[in-house]
């Protein structure tokens, strides 16, 4: 499974980016998908999850009412939109996905198997 992260960019503070990522390498529509990002000197973290068909989603308590993740089975993307965005969430950001379906959508970065090269975002103040 090869997937591949994109869309990042230096924005301002308050702006807005999407951020994609491609998947190949088997059925995309059959397991979750998710962002984290790891800022200079920290822990990478969970930002958010989507469970295969788009239903059910997840978000980190910084997240929520600012990114929505989706994704399009059609085309094998998942996206992150990111709004209202803020000095603080400047980070390389990573899309993830488990190599089986999982009972419920995790936060926690070892139930993910199958990782992209990360996309920088940088937010100017």
């Known amino acids: 499974v090869q997937l591949q992260a994109s869309g990042g960019g230096l924005v301002q503070a308050g702006g807005s980016l999407r951020l994609s990522c491609s998947a190949s390498?088997?059925?995309?529509?059959?397991?979750?998908m998710a962002w984290f990002r790891q800022a200079p000197g920290k822990e990478r973290e969970f930002v958010a999850a989507?469970?295969?068909?788009?239903?059910?989603?997840h978000y980190a308590d910084s997240a929520k009412g600012r990114f929505t993740i989706s994704r399009d089975n059609t085309k094998n993307l998942a996206y992150l939109q990111m709004n209202s965005l803020k000095p603080e969430d400047t980070a390389v950001y990573y899309c993830?996905?488990?190599?089986?379906?999982?009972?419920?959508?995790?936060?926690?970065?070892?139930?993910?198997?199958?990782w992209g090269q990360g996309t920088q975002v940088t937010v100017s103040s």
């Open positions: 993830a996905t488990p190599i089986k379906a999982l009972p419920s959508l995790t936060r926690l970065p070892d139930d993910y198997d199958y």
């Open positions: 989507i469970n295969w068909s788009g239903s059910n989603t």
């Open positions: 390498g088997r059925t995309f529509s059959g397991y979750p």
